[in-house]
């Protein structure tokens, strides 16, 4: 688990219904060794999952599927066999409330505000671009400057700082050498309004609520289906780098992701870990990059959900242990190193359910999945 997995397959092959089953088996009370970051003391602490759902689909997995009732003494039967069934009583959806969206129905929820504080050592959350040298540095300089004349940042913050600092002459340009075709690209780069609906709404900052999130033995759906474009973007990739920075640096880091055994599931995962186009792309993978390599020591798995596994980040994709393979196009196969030999032709005509399991030095293993949901799979 913590040397990664993927999960690929195209839409209609029953990947979201095995992603389901496959993850209902990881939400037990196994505890895993990890080491306090703090004291070196090496302690045993259970899972978090945490699903980053963009269909709106993984919340359900608090609930059994009724189905089963009406089926004979399979449930028993599964359950002596070792197989989690039913609902996920240690389930909390957090939803990012998100300026000018309707957020989803997801039964019990609470909200999750993305603040601006993140900026700080993530400059590059403001660069969904590929700034010139000139444009970054300013812009670092900037945001570094604003940080540390103020206790209580925000968006509108920040850009009444701009704006203050707006004379040629300011201290601020002055001490940075800022010109003004250069400011001017920076006012022009900051001001969009998915910055401001995205940062600082709502009540429920991610650092505050962290002990919340992070907890251990739960499952944490964060539901992202009200979001599209540059807001889902920044949102996601926002809390992707918290959890990453978090768990894989060593210094000033949340004891709540670092000291927790951690598998954070991807759904759509080609459009956050492909390969990059933007500064705030290549910095999100390079930190996966980074997170895939360092898993196992840290307690960090990535679990990979996609129908498009040939735009996943190659780098990403060969730390990779664990590839499970539903049906997929042709066109798609050919670009996929890791569909074991000999399934090449066979996977374009897997039924729905169907898949080949392959690991490092392990055989390939051809599997069918239940026909039935372990958890509640309405869609």
Not at 69 to 90: M, P, T
Not at 330 to 342: A, F, N
Request: contains cysteine; glycine residues 6%.
């Amino acid at each position: 688990m913590f040397r990664h997995t993927l999960v690929a397959g195209s839409t209609g092959k029953g990947k979201t219904h095995f992603t389901k089953n496959l993850l209902r088996q990881y939400a037990t009370d196994k505890r895993y060794p990890i080491e306090n970051h703090d004291t070196g003391d090496t302690e045993h602490s259970r899972l978090n999952i945490v699903i980053l759902d963009p269909e709106n689909e993984y919340s359900e997995m608090r609930n059994g599927n009724p189905e089963l009732a009406d089926k004979s003494g399979l449930v028993e039967r599964l359950q002596r066999q070792g197989i989690e069934v039913g609902g996920i009583d240690s389930l909390q959806t957090f939803v990012p409330e998100i300026g000018r969206t309707n957020a989803p129905s997801t039964g019990e929820s609470r909200n999750l505000t993305i603040p601006f504080s993140l900026v700080e050592d993530r400059p590059q959350l403001l660069m969904p671009y590929k700034p010139t040298e000139v444009t970054r540095g300013a812009l670092e300089n900037c945001i570094s400057a604003y940080f540390d004349q103020t206790d209580d940042p925000s968006y509108a913050g920040f850009i009444r700082f701009l704006d203050t600092n707006a004379d040629s002459e300011s201290q601020l340009r002055q001490r940075y050498s800022i010109g003004e075709k250069t400011w001017e690209a920076i006012n022009r780069r900051v001001t969009d309004d998915a910055y401001e609906d995205v940062f600082d709404h709502g009540t429920n900052p991610l650092p505050e609520i962290s002990n919340a999130l992070f907890r251990e033995g739960q499952v944490s759906v964060i539901p992202t289906s009200h979001l599209h474009g540059a807001k889902e973007e920044l949102t996601v990739l926002s809390i992707l780098s918290y959890i990453i920075d978090n768990k894989i640096d060593d210094y000033d880091v949340d004891e709540h992701v670092k000291d927790t055994p951690l598998l954070v599931a991807v759904d759509e995962a080609h459009n956050y870990v492909s390969s990059p186009d933007t500064l705030r792309e290549s910095y999100i993978v390079e930190r996966a990059r980074d997170a895939v390599k360092q898993g196992r020591k840290d307690k960090l798995g990535l679990f990979m959900i996609t129908q498009n596994p040939e735009d996943i980040d190659g780098d990403i994709l060969k730390q990779t242990n664990t590839n499970v393979l539903l049906g997929l196009r042709e066109e798609v196969v050919q670009k996929v190193p890791s569909v074991p030999r000999g399934y090449e032709k066979d996977i374009a005509n897997f039924g729905k359910g169907q898949a080949v399991v392959k690991a490092p030095d392990v055989e390939a293993v051809e599997v069918v999945g239940l026909p039935y949901c372990l958890t509640q799979h309405s869609n």
